[in-house]
């Protein structure tokens, strides 16, 4: 992240006038301090021109349908249709940077005085949730910021050395300040009233605006790590929800440590090696090793996909940013190779075998200890995850957080475990969903996310943590508060 210097030319004397001549951008940029190459558009509904996705731009912006698997009858608006359903929602959306950090802020026209900060799974885009969360929350009348963390990339998007995972906590942080600012100063009417009860007991001089984390897997790493560690006297955060949030700890089984034996067993797992027997043999060993590293048992027809799109570079990129030390690497452009015939090219898988994350010097260790999880929650959060996440096994990030949580003595925090959910809702009902019956995390995130607002705002505690069942209709969801059927939304 690249320090930029901007030098503010004030004449006090024309202060007032010089304020209204100013441009949108301008006013934007004075108000959210230490931006660069910020925009201020304002959509009013005309000719489609809405704030959501249902605004074509802005679905394109936020990556489009292409990776997803409309499931359902649009006509009758069941499955994927039924919880996709962008509203007409008119406002302001301010984009701009912190250095090398991209933003976005969005503010409906009919704000509710309340904020939603948003970080995004693997090193993707400030837009990348705006199908997940941010169309969610601004038909609910909340303003909603996001940042692409400072790592916006594939493969080389930690390779600088001013890239970093402590980069994405400041990011963070420094966003929600930013966002809160600027509306505290362009939205004074409409600031929510010291109150005893409600949203308004959340408010004060020095946090007047309710504020609400969530993020995705790594942006759900980045949600537990923003409550571990907000301020209990002046917190910038009041609840939040991880979706298949990743865990990070030094000392205990990690991404690092399960995905080596993944990549150690996997091709024998896979495809296995030699004569029929001996490679009946390698294989039915190399996938006991498969469910040793935590991989779920069940999900078997994902491991391929996973193999090819996800252990090794996953893997790769972050050993060598918090392992550099590492001896057998390879350049980031090989963490991801296809042969001719469109299959991962395993040829460095070698470069794994003897490695133990375990038994590398303490030096290492520190590294991931600057920035693991702790535990240490100061607002309520609840996780979703699905027992089927063949990226982030429950065993290695869910259930461990759990525990770490519970440990440090906090009541305020529920994990449903969504029985058949995955990684990504992406592969519903895709050629690897081979029974059709996989779960979609998204609807039990906006279930989880109007749990977390009435138990902050209104006292009411959600149910304790649990797995939720599959349905019987497999067009719907089960209601986390009640365990009933219900249309997915």
Same mark, same amino acid.
């Given at each position: 992240?690249?320090?930029?210097?901007?030098?503010?030319?004030?004449?006090?004397?024309?202060?007032?006038?010089?304020?209204?001549?100013?441009?949108e951008?301008?006013? =934007?940029q004075?108000?959210?301090?230490?931006?660069?190459?910020?925009?201020?558009?304002?959509?009013?509904?005309?000719?489609?021109?809405?704030?959501?996705?249902?605004?074509?731009?802005?679905?394109?912006? =936020?990556?489009?349908?292409?990776?997803?698997?409309?499931?359902?009858?649009?006509?009758?608006?069941?499955g994927?249709?039924?919880?996709?359903? !962008?509203?007409?929602?008119?406002?302001?959306?301010?984009?701009?940077?912190?250095?090398?950090?991209?933003?976005?802020?969005?503010? !409906?026209?009919?704000?509710?005085?309340?904020?939603?900060?948003?970080?995004? #799974?693997?090193?993707a885009?400030?837009?990348?949730?705006?199908?997940?969360?941010?169309?969610?929350?601004?038909?609910?009348?909340?303003?909603?910021?996001?940042?692409?963390?400072?790592?916006?990339?594939?493969?080389?998007?930690?390779?600088?050395?001013?890239d970093?995972? =402590?980069?994405?906590?400041?990011?963070? $942080?420094?966003?929600?300040?930013?966002?809160?600012?600027?509306?505290?100063?362009?939205?004074?009417? &409409?600031?929510?009233?010291?109150?005893?009860?409600g949203? *308004?007991?959340?408010?004060?001089?020095?946090?007047?605006?309710?504020?609400?984390?969530?993020?995705?897997?790594? *942006? #759900?790493?980045?949600?537990?790590?923003?409550?571990?560690?907000?301020?209990?006297?002046?917190?910038?955060?009041?609840?939040?929800?991880?979706?298949? %949030?990743v /865990?990070?700890?030094?000392?205990?089984?990690?991404?690092?440590?399960?995905?080596?034996?993944?990549?150690?067993?996997?091709?024998?797992?896979?495809?296995? &090696?030699?004569?029929?027997?001996?490679? =009946?043999?390698?294989?039915?060993?190399?996938?006991? #090793?498969?469910?040793?590293? *935590? /991989?779920? @048992?069940?999900?078997?027809?994902?491991w391929?996909y996973?193999d090819?799109?996800?252990?090794?570079?996953?893997?790769? @990129?972050? $050993?060598?940013?918090?392992?550099?030390?590492? +001896?057998?690497?390879?350049?980031?452009?090989?963490?991801?190779?296809?042969?001719?015939?469109? /299959?991962?090219? @395993?040829?460095?898988?070698?470069?794994?075998? *003897?490695?133990?994350?375990?038994? $590398?010097?303490?030096?290492?260790?520190?590294?991931?200890?600057?920035?693991?999880?702790?535990?240490?929650?100061?607002?309520?959060?609840?996780?979703?995850?699905?027992?089927?996440?063949?990226?982030?096994?429950?065993?290695?990030?869910?259930?461990?957080?759990?525990?770490?949580?519970?440990?440090?003595?906090?009541?305020?925090?529920?994990?449903?475990?969504?029985?058949? %959910?995955?990684?990504?809702?992406? /592969?519903? @009902?895709?050629?690897?969903?081979?029974? +059709?019956? $996989?779960?979609?995390?998204?609807?039990?995130?906006?279930?989880?996310?109007?749990?977390?607002?009435?138990?902050?705002?209104?006292g009411?505690? !959600?149910?304790?943590?649990?797995?939720?069942?599959? !349905?019987?209709?497999?067009? &719907?969801?089960?209601?986390?508060?009640?365990?009933?059927?219900?249309?997915?939304?």
């Amino acid at each position: 992240m690249k320090r930029t210097h901007f030098k503010k030319f004030f004449i006090a004397s024309t202060a007032a006038w010089c304020f209204f001549c100013m441009s949108e951008s301008t006013k =934007a940029q004075r108000f959210i301090d230490g931006a660069h190459s910020v925009r201020v558009e304002q959509f009013n509904g005309e000719n489609g021109n809405w704030l959501t996705t249902k605004n074509p731009d802005q679905l394109r912006k =936020a990556g489009g349908l292409s990776g997803a698997i409309l499931w359902g009858e649009k006509e009758d608006e069941t499955g994927f249709y039924r919880y996709y359903s !962008p509203k007409e929602v008119k406002g302001t959306e301010i984009r701009g940077a912190f250095e090398d950090a991209r933003f976005v802020i969005r503010v !409906p026209r009919d704000w509710n005085g309340k904020l939603v900060v948003s970080a995004p #799974g693997g090193n993707a885009s400030e837009m990348s949730n705006d199908l997940l969360f941010s169309d969610y929350v601004l038909e609910k009348g909340y303003a909603y910021a996001s940042t692409d963390k400072g790592t916006f990339g594939g493969d080389n998007a930690l390779v600088s050395k001013d890239d970093s995972l =402590a980069e994405w906590h400041i990011r963070f $942080r420094q966003l929600t300040k930013a966002a809160q600012s600027y509306l505290s100063e362009h939205y004074k009417s &409409k600031l929510i009233a010291p109150q005893t009860e409600g949203a *308004g007991k959340l408010v004060s001089l020095k946090h007047p605006i309710p504020t609400y984390a969530v993020g995705y897997s790594n *942006g #759900g790493y980045v949600v537990r790590y923003a409550l571990e560690h907000d301020s209990e006297k002046n917190p910038l955060f009041d609840g939040g929800v991880d979706m298949a %949030g990743v /865990l990070w700890r030094a000392n205990e089984p990690n991404l690092i440590t399960s995905y080596t034996q993944i990549v150690q067993h996997a091709g024998d797992a896979l495809y296995g &090696k030699g004569k029929k027997k001996e490679k =009946a043999k390698k294989k039915e060993k190399a996938i006991e #090793g498969m469910y040793e590293a *935590g /991989l779920p @048992r069940g999900t078997e027809n994902y491991w391929f996909y996973s193999d090819q799109h996800k252990w090794f570079n996953t893997l790769n @990129r972050y $050993r060598d940013e918090l392992d550099p030390t590492a +001896k057998k690497t390879i350049p980031w452009q090989q963490y991801t190779n296809y042969d001719q015939f469109g /299959l991962r090219n @395993r040829s460095n898988d070698y470069i794994f075998n *003897g490695y133990h994350f375990e038994k $590398r010097p303490d030096y290492v260790k520190r590294t991931v200890r600057e920035i693991e999880n702790t535990g240490e929650i100061k607002a309520p959060l609840i996780t979703v995850f699905g027992t089927w996440d063949a990226v982030l096994f429950p065993d290695v990030h869910a259930y461990p957080y759990e525990k770490l949580v519970k440990n440090n003595g906090s009541g305020d925090y529920r994990l449903y475990m969504i029985e058949k %959910g995955a990684h990504s809702d992406a /592969l519903v @009902r895709s050629e690897y969903d081979i029974q +059709k019956d $996989r779960q979609p995390l998204a609807p039990y995130v906006h279930q989880s996310f109007d749990l977390v607002v009435e138990w902050v705002e209104n006292g009411q505690k !959600p149910p304790r943590s649990k797995k939720i069942a599959t !349905p019987q209709n497999k067009l &719907k969801v089960e209601s986390i508060q009640n365990g009933k059927e219900i249309e997915p939304y």
